[in-house]
C-alpha cells in the first residue's frame, strides 16, 4: 500500500520559510516522480513544483519560482519543498504526489493528505 505522508505546516509570517518534507513507503521510490500540489480555501488544486526520478530535472510554477525549491533524497525516500519569502497568498493545504513523469497535471495516481501551511501578513 503506498503511503505519502507530508509534514513541516504550519504558521508562519510573510517573508519566513517553511521546509516541507514528504515521506513515502510502499512504492520504489527512485523511479517515480514527485509533485507538490496546493489547494487553498474555495479554490482548486493547483501545481507548486515537480522532480524527476532523478532529482535532475524540476518544474515551478510561475508563482514560486525563485521562492520555492524541490529536492529530493532518494536514500531517504523523502522529497522536500523549501519555501522561502513565504507570501499571504501561498496560505494553502500543501499536498505531495508521486506519479510516471514530473508533470504539472494533477493525474498523480499517488497522493498524500496534506499539511497546513499559513502565512500571516
Known amino acids: 500500500q503506498v503511503q505519502l505522508v507530508e509534514s513541516g505546516g504550519g504558521l508562519v509570517q510573510a517573508g519566513g520559510s517553511l521546509r516541507l518534507s514528504c515521506a513515502a513507503s510502499?512504492?520504489?521510490?527512485?523511479?517515480?516522480?514527485m509533485g507538490w500540489f496546493r489547494q487553498a480555501p474555495g479554490k482548486e488544486r493547483d501545481f507548486v513544483a515537480a522532480?524527476?526520478?532523478?532529482?535532475?530535472?524540476?518544474n515551478y510554477a510561475d508563482s514560486v519560482k525563485g521562492r520555492f525549491t524541490i529536492s529530493r533524497d532518494n536514500a531517504k525516500i523523502t522529497v522536500f519543498l523549501q519555501m522561502n519569502s513565504l507570501k499571504p497568498e501561498d496560505t494553502a493545504v500543501y499536498y505531495c504526489?508521486?506519479?510516471?513523469?514530473?508533470?504539472?497535471?494533477?493525474?498523480?495516481?499517488?497522493w498524500g493528505q496534506g499539511t497546513q501551511v499559513t502565512v500571516s501578513s
Open positions: 504526489a508521486a506519479g510516471p513523469t514530473y508533470s504539472s497535471e494533477s493525474d498523480y495516481p499517488y
Open positions: 510502499g512504492l520504489t521510490f527512485s523511479l517515480y516522480a
Open positions: 522532480i524527476n526520478w532523478t532529482g535532475g530535472r524540476t
